[in-house]
């Protein structure tokens, strides 16, 4: 019955508020910083990713705002009430784990409902919202079956169904498709945006995976470290990061540092361009520059066949290595090979200047 003590408690406080509001955040193991000057504003119904390498931190903080863990400093507000120090069933939060943790010896069903078992509701309207929340995830056909009758698809499916079936506020998912293979995953990418939007709920994605975060998320938190390295729209972390450090781990980039720079934009600063804003054509073409792009002689060292194009590795006179891709455009054979030499141009507008060093 406390369970359900909580959700009223915050539901009557304010509907502006943020559903997860995280200030001065920080967890220590002995010597270890975990997390370090997190600071957070996550909004009601947001679809909202934690993106980093392993050890970044990112579970760390899942399991601060699920109570998992107790903060060392700071604290976590859900829809406007502090629950720094509540434990795990007064918030009203829901997690998804990676390896899914089905109970093996209960049907399909009965894993879904043992939530609102826990919560005291009856079998019967028990076994009704459970069977609900297995069509939601479009499995209302299993009940009856095992989770070790089920694909590894189905079971993330059912770990879903688990979690909606609360129908918590917020739900907390850690790496929740890293199991899969890529075809299942990109599946399962598009129901998990179709299912976040349908139901309203507040999702809070953890991934190492650059790519499902730009293709979920409504706003990306780019962990290093412990902390947060930049905080933004996908487009925005994409096209504007702000560090070394994020544009090289969300996608692939060019970085060029200060001194690279100075030589050939004129800026004494880091500065980056996507490979796909460089412009490549064959020989070195005798034409200027514009005044509003950058054009610089090179020889290609690689070309890489990506199947929708080419990754072209290559290094200018003055010994600059780039990165370029180009779309497949399908005229016959647009490839540059090994040892050509080409042109290469793009433009001033596309070079993204590193603020916050790295
Ligand atoms: P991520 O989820 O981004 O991979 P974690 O939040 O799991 O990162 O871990 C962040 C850091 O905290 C890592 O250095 C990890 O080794 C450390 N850490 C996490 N949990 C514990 C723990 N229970 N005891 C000691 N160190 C921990
Ligand atoms: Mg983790």
Same mark, same amino acid.
């Given at each position: 019955?406390?369970?359900?003590?909580? #959700?009223? +408690?915050?539901?009557?406080? %304010?509907?502006?508020?943020? /559903?997860?509001?995280?200030?001065?955040?920080?967890?220590?193991?002995?010597?270890?910083?975990?997390?370090?000057?997190?600071?957070?504003?996550? &909004?009601?119904?947001?679809?909202?990713?934690?993106?980093?390498?392993?050890?970044?931190?990112?579970?760390?903080?899942?399991?601060?705002?699920?109570?998992?863990?107790?903060?060392? #400093?700071?604290?976590?507000?859900?829809?406007?009430?502090? %629950?720094?120090? +509540? /434990? =795990?069933? !007064?918030?009203?939060?829901?997690?998804?784990?990676?390896?899914?943790?089905?109970?093996?010896?209960?049907?399909?069903?009965?894993?879904?409902?043992?939530?609102?078992?826990?919560?005291?509701?009856?079998? &019967?309207?028990?076994?009704?919202?459970?069977?609900?929340?297995?069509?939601?995830?479009?499995?209302?056909?299993?009940? /009856?079956?095992? =989770?070790?009758?089920?694909?590894?698809?189905?079971?993330? *499916?059912?770990?879903? &169904?688990?979690?909606?079936?609360?129908?918590?506020?917020?739900?907390?998912?850690?790496?929740?498709?890293?199991?899969?293979?890529?075809?299942? $995953?990109?599946?399962?990418?598009?129901?998990?945006?179709?299912?976040? $939007?349908?139901?309203?709920?507040?999702?809070?994605?953890?991934?190492?995976?650059?790519?499902?975060?730009?293709?979920?998320?409504?706003?990306?938190? %780019?962990?290093?470290?412990?902390?947060?390295?930049?905080?933004?729209?996908?487009?925005?972390?994409?096209?504007?990061?702000?560090? +070394?450090?994020?544009?090289?781990?969300?996608?692939?980039?060019?970085?060029?540092?200060?001194?690279?720079?100075?030589?050939?934009?004129?800026?004494? &600063?880091?500065?980056?361009?996507?490979?796909?804003?460089?412009?490549?054509?064959?020989?070195?073409?005798? !034409?200027?520059?514009?005044?509003?792009? %950058? *054009?610089?002689?090179?020889?290609?060292?690689?070309?890489?066949?990506?199947?929708?194009?080419?990754?072209?590795?290559?290094?200018?006179?003055?010994?600059?290595?780039?990165?370029?891709?180009?779309?497949?455009?399908?005229?016959?054979? @647009? *490839?540059?090979?090994?040892?050509?030499?080409? @042109?290469?141009?793009?433009? *001033?507008?596309?070079?993204?200047?590193?603020?916050?060093?790295?």
């Amino acid at each position: 019955m406390s369970l359900s003590t909580s #959700a009223p +408690a915050q539901a009557a406080v %304010v509907d502006r508020a943020p /559903a997860i509001s995280i200030r001065g955040l920080r967890k220590t193991y002995g010597d270890v910083v975990a997390v370090d000057h997190v600071d957070l504003d996550i &909004a009601d119904g947001e679809f909202f990713s934690m993106l980093g390498p392993s050890g970044s931190g990112k579970t760390t903080v899942l399991r601060l705002i699920a109570g998992f863990e107790q903060a060392t #400093a700071g604290s976590v507000t859900l829809g406007g009430v502090d %629950v720094t120090r +509540a /434990a =795990p069933f !007064e918030r009203d939060v829901h997690t998804v784990f990676q390896d899914y943790a089905l109970f093996p010896h209960m049907s399909v069903l009965d894993n879904v409902g043992y939530g609102l078992r826990v919560r005291g509701m009856k079998k &019967a309207e028990r076994r009704e919202r459970a069977q609900q929340a297995l069509d939601t995830v479009r499995l209302g056909h299993l009940g /009856a079956r095992r =989770p070790a009758q089920l694909s590894g698809g189905q079971r993330q *499916r059912v770990a879903l &169904a688990r979690a909606i079936v609360l129908q918590p506020r917020v739900l907390l998912l850690d790496e929740p498709l890293g199991a899969l293979d890529l075809k299942l $995953r990109e599946q399962m990418q598009v129901e998990l945006k179709q299912l976040q $939007r349908e139901l309203g709920i507040t999702f809070v994605f953890v991934t190492h995976d650059q790519e499902e975060a730009l293709t979920l998320s409504d706003r990306i938190a %780019v962990f290093d470290a412990g902390s947060i390295q930049q905080l933004g729209t996908p487009r925005e972390i994409y096209e504007n990061p702000t560090s +070394a450090y994020v544009a090289g781990f969300v996608g692939t980039t060019n970085l060029f540092d200060a001194a690279t720079s100075q030589r050939l934009l004129g800026v004494a &600063a880091e500065h980056a361009v996507r490979p796909e804003r460089l412009r490549l054509s064959p020989g070195t073409d005798t !034409e200027p520059a514009r005044p509003d792009e %950058v *054009r610089l002689d090179a020889v290609v060292v690689e070309t890489i066949y990506l199947g929708t194009g080419n990754r072209v590795h290559l290094r200018t006179s003055d010994g600059v290595e780039l990165v370029a891709l180009e779309q497949s455009t399908g005229s016959l054979d @647009t *490839r540059e090979h090994r040892g050509d030499d080409v @042109t290469v141009r793009f433009a *001033r507008a596309d070079v993204v200047p590193l603020t916050s060093g790295s």
